[in-house]
């Protein structure tokens, strides 16, 4: 069985060089492709022992796609090698050594699953926040539990889901991407949490994303992810944009509680950017099954 770790990265050459190292303790088969969504920070220059060796496949896509960009242009170079599973990570995820290893004992028990999720933490032992699974059961020592979404933060991917399924839609450019594609996959096919395989991820902090604390440099992603936000939820039905609704409605309310600058502007681009939700329409990329075969 062979594996591709996919790691996707933007001007973070140090904690991507951690993740490196982490990867190559991994004693499962496995091939390593960074793809660099054009970095300016001279990643690819630290790179070329590792490029020269042979420990890494290095791809520079040329400008910066996103996350979802990044991702959908690196799952697609990784089914060119023929892998049965693709291994999706962030620069800033450091996996334990046996990570790949638990991921893969539950593929093999769980045939029909269409994704296998790992454990993330932060720096100080805790649950990373932005990772945390919503689980479908409890956690009786089954080793895997089902779970609807999942993020891009350790995610196996058997190939023949990425045929059946197609690929992360790179219009999102980045947040939500992720769960937008696992929740498509476990419409169909059940996703797995398997707390067993561990990994860190080296956030800035442990809080997740709050557009009312959050620094007015990154206020412009949160166009993006009320946008996705609201894609997702139309796509699923009335039960899943009656949430959103009520999500926009209390994030407006935390803005005006709990901002301490630009409380208008941040309401407006919450409110404006659903709307814009509302019209956006993606098509969803799939990947020839020739490429595969």
Request: hydrophobic share 40%.
């Amino acid at each position: 069985m062979k594996t591709t770790a996919v790691v996707v990265t933007y001007n973070r050459k140090k904690l991507l060089l951690e993740c490196l190292e982490a990867l190559q303790k991994i004693q499962e088969n496995l091939n390593i492709l960074v793809v660099d969504n054009a970095s300016t920070d001279g990643t690819e220059e630290v790179l070329q022992p590792l490029i020269a060796s042979g420990v890494i496949e290095y791809i520079n896509t040329g400008s910066n796609l996103g996350g979802a960009g990044g991702f959908n242009f690196a799952i697609k170079e990784a089914m060119k090698g023929h892998p049965d599973f693709v291994w999706l990570m962030d620069d800033d995820t450091i996996p334990e050594p046996n990570a790949l290893k638990e991921l893969l004992i539950e593929a093999r028990k769980h045939p029909e699953g269409g994704y296998f999720s790992s454990k993330a933490i932060w720096t100080d032992g805790s649950e990373n926040v932005m990772n945390a699974h919503v689980r479908a059961e409890e956690d009786r020592g089954q080793g895997a539990l089902l779970c609807p979404e999942a993020t891009f933060v350790s995610l196996l991917l058997p190939a023949k889901t990425i045929l059946e399924m197609g690929l992360p839609i790179k219009e999102f450019f980045i947040w939500g991407d992720d769960i937008e594609y696992t929740r498509r996959i476990s419409a169909v096919h059940p996703g797995y949490y398997v707390p067993k395989s561990v990994v860190l991820h080296k956030t800035a902090n442990n809080v997740g994303s709050n557009i009312a604390l959050d620094s007015m440099e990154r206020l412009g992603r949160y166009r993006f992810a009320y946008r996705n936000e609201v894609y997702t939820a139309r796509k699923e039905g009335l039960y899943r944009s009656l949430r959103q609704v009520a999500k926009i409605v209390y994030h407006s309310g935390r803005v005006l509680i709990k901002s301490r600058e630009a409380k208008g502007k941040k309401i407006r681009l919450i409110w404006s950017a659903s709307i814009e939700g509302l019209s956006f329409h993606p098509e969803i990329e799939y990947i020839q099954k020739s490429q595969k075969l």
